[in-house]
């Protein structure tokens, strides 16, 4: 019985966004990447010259639609993007579970040998599972120099395995080995994902090594949260980023945005209908979605301007 309300909560984080991610998608200016096992999308910077570069990541969707979406958001304000899958698809792995580190710094490499970027001004978004990866990232590699997390995680979690959702590893590895993380806590009865979530975070400080060292970030933070996120709560897991960030005194700009009556989807570009069809499975109000939406990528933009430099102009 259990195992079936645990698949059912795990399915739950991931459809939603994958739903989201097919209908965004539409044609790319982009060039695929098939390079150093990397699988991913480069967009160009505007302009000539050298030009700051955003790597772009998912979530718990897997695969590369949503990170393109995302990509081109970025990528027409002038920014050099590249916009990477990172489990999913071919010649990466399957499921999201123990993600080897190497590969992010590979891309980071990738990026830094393009003529056109400028590698003293590269950043990282991630969104939701790939909010938790551009917060660990950016804490192991000082190549990066701007992070904006969107309804992220403070902590590791197990990673997530769709053909065994009772398979339980840790999401991430390094150098061949698994990144300790927050276990599931799994004394009570299952009654929603993101009770299951809230209430194993309760345990955070007795798993002090799954927490994400983000004081060692090199720049500066922008967190992006839902109060009314149906799949976790990440409101409060930026609260306590937040709280890391302070209690260690870290000395770059870091701020939080949170948004009332919206739901863990407003990290999307607006959808191509009014329907907000997947996005009501993830909280929040439709109008308090759309207004989130539009402001989050206003926030992102304006954080990227401030740290990075302004884009190429077209």
């Not at 698949?7 to 539409?26: D, I, N, W």
């Not at 040998?113 to 990282?124: E, F, K, L, S």
């Not at 995680?153 to 698994?178: C, H, L, Q, T």
């Not at 990440?234 to 306590?240: F, N, R």
């Amino acid at each position: 019985m259990f195992s079936r309300f645990w698949k059912a909560a795990l399915l739950m984080l991931v459809l939603p966004f994958a739903a989201a991610a097919q209908a965004q998608e539409g044609p790319s200016a982009g060039v695929p990447v098939h390079d150093r096992g990397l699988v991913g999308t480069w967009y160009a910077p505007a302009g000539t010259g050298k030009a700051p570069v955003i790597l772009v990541l998912g979530g718990s969707e897997g695969g590369e639609a949503s990170a393109q979406t995302m990509g081109r958001r970025l990528a027409s304000e002038g920014y050099g993007v590249l916009a990477l899958a990172w489990f999913g698809t071919e010649g990466l792995p399957e499921q999201l579970q123990e993600i080897p580190l190497e590969y992010f710094r590979t891309a980071i490499d990738w990026i830094g040998d393009q003529p056109r970027t400028d590698a003293d001004h590269v950043g990282i978004f991630g969104v939701s599972k790939g909010g938790e990866a551009v917060l660990l990232i950016a804490s192991r590699d000082p190549r990066i120099h701007a992070v904006v997390a969107a309804v992220p995680s403070s902590v590791v979690w197990p990673g997530i395995n769709r053909a065994n959702y009772m398979d339980i590893k840790s999401g991430f590895s390094e150098g061949g080995v698994p990144l300790p993380y927050l276990p599931y806590d799994t004394s009570r009865a299952f009654t929603g994902i993101h009770d299951l979530y809230q209430r194993s975070l309760a345990n955070r400080d007795a798993h002090p090594d799954a927490i994400i060292p983000v004081e060692r970030i090199n720049g500066p933070i922008l967190l992006i949260s839902a109060q009314d996120d149906a799949l976790w709560p990440s409101t409060l897991m930026s609260e306590q980023v937040m709280a890391r960030l302070d209690a260690k005194g870290f000395a770059p700009m870091h701020r939080h945005v949170a948004y009332p009556d919206a739901g863990h989807g407003i990290v999307t570009p607006e959808p191509a209908t009014s329907d907000e069809g997947a996005y009501s499975q993830m909280g929040g109000t439709p109008a308090g979605n759309a207004a989130a939406r539009v402001d989050m990528w206003r926030q992102t933009v304006t954080f990227f301007r401030e740290a990075l430099g302004a884009p190429p102009q077209h």
